[in-house]
């Protein structure tokens, strides 16, 4: 019997671009696939019944390790038998390891070789996050995938920055190991779920890749992440701040010398662009809070580019948000009706835009294995792109 947290398989592939089936102890998820972020237990303005309903269908989302850390606890959410009875969501979930948070805290923070050191953004309290601290508290939380804890460079790093960085990651990534192993190996209950067949009850972990923008160290970072052997393998530290053909050719020189049979997930990334160019360089796993956070200030992505609802031209629109959608916002409302709820302030108009803007993410993953499976998925990317450029 295989024993193995997850099973990735294979099943189409055009150039670079593959589709495949990740298996986790939850769910079946088809790749490439588009994750919505849930940071703080909840994908915002979404219920889980429009989750996993047949017309958005996510088979897995992200929760966020620094933030469900600092609120409500790890304490609490393993004292209520792990986050997806906390939240109720009976798929999968992959939390991130609060590396990228507490990097981004900037000043607040110091970096050391045990962990980093910071204050709390919400009362200011002094926190410690390590290695072994991220892994236990992934544990409490019961995620089907957790994420080795790293340390991110800046975009524009130089080599001798990115190094550095590079380095300590990998021995945080050691440590990852070590810890999450003895922690599966043990009392470690809170995640425990009847399995999916063929595969153990236990968590996944990745590995994350750094390096920034140079590509000797992306290609070291990647052989010595592979050495310590994690279940899929992610590339951490991109759009963060580099020129977004850079980021392209990282993808494209390291993303096909990841392990083939393991997934690879781009972290953090981004415009339904970044997500066909990194299909197209092989990439299989996406999340990026883009589509969840804009629609909150109006921002809509259609098939023709995007808009923003409260701009004056949509005052008497009565076309839906995108005439070539047909999510169950698109079929009901009107742009017209969309940007009167966003200028008065209601609530619905961040849920409605929220919902079609989820739709437009994942019907393109959706589309693109599709395209994939038929052979078809450079012409797809293409026309995608052009479309998308005509215009609004
Ligand atoms: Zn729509």
Redesign the pocket.
Known sequence: MNSSPLSFHIHAQEGQARAGVLRTRRSVIETPVFMPVGTLGTVKGVRFEALESEELDARIILANTYHLWLRPGADVIRACGGLHRFESWGRSLLTDSGGFQVWSLGALRKITEAGVAFRSHIDGRACFLSPEVSMEVQAALGSDIVMMFDECAPGQADHETARTSMDLTLRWGSRSRARFDELQGGEQDSGRCAPTEGLSGAQALFGIVQGATHLDLRKESLARTVEIGFDGYALGGLSVGEEKRVMYDVIEEVAPMMPVERPRYLMGVGTPEDLLEGVARGIDMFDCVLPTRNARSGQVWTARGKLNIKNARFLIDTR???ES?A?S??RRHTRAYLRHLYVTGEMLASILLTH?NL??FLDIMRRARQAIALNEFHRFRHETLDMMSAGV
């Open positions: 839906p948000l995108d959608c999510c916002v698109c079609h739709f437009y």
